[in-house]
């Protein structure tokens, strides 16, 4: 005669319900199939590290700007090389994301995503406001990073 006592039958039930669940919250989330990190980002050219410039204007964590905000905010159209360049409307993006994140902070608003204006000549030398956002997060090790993207840049 095969004994079973009600310990061995609650931890199986226990067990089996676990199992069920993790099932469950598999199909639910999905496996994970691709980890794509802001390093590779970097590599790839979607993302453009700014820090050395950031630094420069006050802002102390690691900062990037997206490949869209680059092309929109930083390339200097054909029709104004010679009066504008990149290092200079770089400087333009950055320090701007700089005083709206301090004045935010000054103002007591908090969380991840903060959007602020910034005034772009164009080539025909008129100027065209671009709505950025400015996200903290966290970045490949956990430590907080800034991103400078448009909207729909997420």
């Not at 410039?53 to 869209?68: D, F, N």
């Not at 950055?94 to 908090?110: D, I, K, N, P, W």
Request: glycine share 8%; with cysteine; proline share 5%.
């Amino acid at each position: 005669m095969i004994e079973i006592d009600s310990e061995s039958l609650a931890r199986e039930r226990e067990d089996r319900e676990r199992r069920e669940n993790d099932r469950e919250l598999d199909a639910f989330e999905g496996a994970v199939v691709v980890v794509y990190t802001r390093a590779q980002a970097i590599g790839d050219g979607l993302l453009v590290d700014v820090s050395e410039v950031a630094k420069e204007a006050g802002l102390s964590i690691p900062t990037v700007v997206t490949r869209h905000v680059w092309e929109e905010c930083v390339e200097v159209p054909p029709e104004l090389e010679g009066e504008q360049d990149e290092p200079g409307r770089l400087w333009d993006v950055v320090y701007t994301c700089g005083v709206a994140l301090r004045a935010a902070v000054r103002a007591g608003r908090t969380g991840d995503r903060l959007p602020f204006e910034l005034l772009v000549r164009q080539a025909d030398r008129s100027l065209r406001t671009e709505r950025l956002l400015a996200v903290v997060g966290p970045g490949d090790t956990a430590d907080l990073v800034l991103t400078i993207e448009y909207p729909e840049d997420d």
